[in-house]
T-cell receptor
Framework: KAGVTQTPRYLIKTRGQQVTLSCSPI?????VSWYQQTPGQGLQFLFE???????NKGNFPGRFSGRQFSNSRSEMNVSTLELGDSALYLC???????????FGPGTRLLVL | GENVEQHPSTLSVQEGDSAVIKCTYS??????FPWYKQELGKRPQLIID?????GEKKDQRIAVTLNKTAKHFSLHITETQPEDSAVYFC???????????FGQGTRLTINP
């Protein structure tokens, strides 16, 4: 099976702009989670979607949002970008009957 | 909520020696503990995991031990090789496996 894919891989934006990141899970996986990775804060959970419903949300401001489509693909959106949003954004998918999460390559976002 | 502490933050060992990384978790209800390896510029890759009903698990040179009473778990790498150099993350999750809570990571360097 193909692994988790994310697009774009790299992105440069300026403060105040908004950005949309995309994630395609492993075929058959209905759960998609998003994480933010920074040198200072490490890996932090953003949210998790299952069958188009958000089931869990981390401690991030409302500027961070997401959605999942009927084919399990997921997008996350960050509005009104701040310098501190510069990070590697990772998505992960997992099978319904397993706790194992498989990560995509990430989207590296730089906010100038 | 769940909190995971990981030590040490950096570890340097001679090739062929063993390496041990330790994590403690706060929520006794956590039931799944994966370990991820992340090489520079790459995605986190699952290397081993353990569930709360098991005390130890081995996979070739890698082993994980879990002490539920003390709420800590450890990664053991024996006969280390240069390709083991990477950042290692431990994580914990509660039943339902919706959200991984990660430790801060350990940068392991294998010296030839």
């Amino acid at each position: 099976k193909a692994g988790v894919t994310q697009t774009p891989r790299y992105l440069i934006k300026t403060r105040g702009q908004q950005v949309t990141l995309s994630c395609s899970p492993i075929s058959g996986h209905r759960s998609v989670s998003w994480y933010q990775q920074t040198p200072g804060q490490g890996l932090q959970f953003l949210f998790e979607y299952f069958s188009e419903t958000q089931r869990n949300k981390g401690n991030f401001p409302g500027r961070f949002s997401g959605r999942q489509f009927s084919n399990s693909r997921s997008e996350m959106n960050v509005s009104t970008l701040e310098l501190g949003d510069s990070a590697l954004y990772l998505c992960a998918s997992r099978p319904t009957d397993s706790g194992t999460q498989y990560f995509g390559p990430g989207t590296r976002l730089l906010v100038l | 909520g769940e909190n995971v502490e990981q030590h040490p933050s950096t570890l340097s060992v001679q090739e062929g020696d063993s390496a041990v990384i330790k994590c403690t978790y706060s929520d006794s209800a956590s039931n799944y503990f994966p370990w991820y390896k992340q090489e520079l510029g790459k995605r986190p890759q699952l290397i081993i995991d353990i569930r709360s009903n098991v005390g130890e698990k081995k996979d070739q040179r890698i082993a994980v031990t879990l002490n539920k009473t003390a709420k800590h778990f450890s990664l053991h790498i024996t006969e280390t090789q240069p390709e083991d150099s990477a950042v290692y993350f431990c994580a914990a999750t509660l039943p339902g496996a919706q959200k991984l809570v990660f430790g801060q990571g350990t940068r392991l360097t294998i010296n030839p």
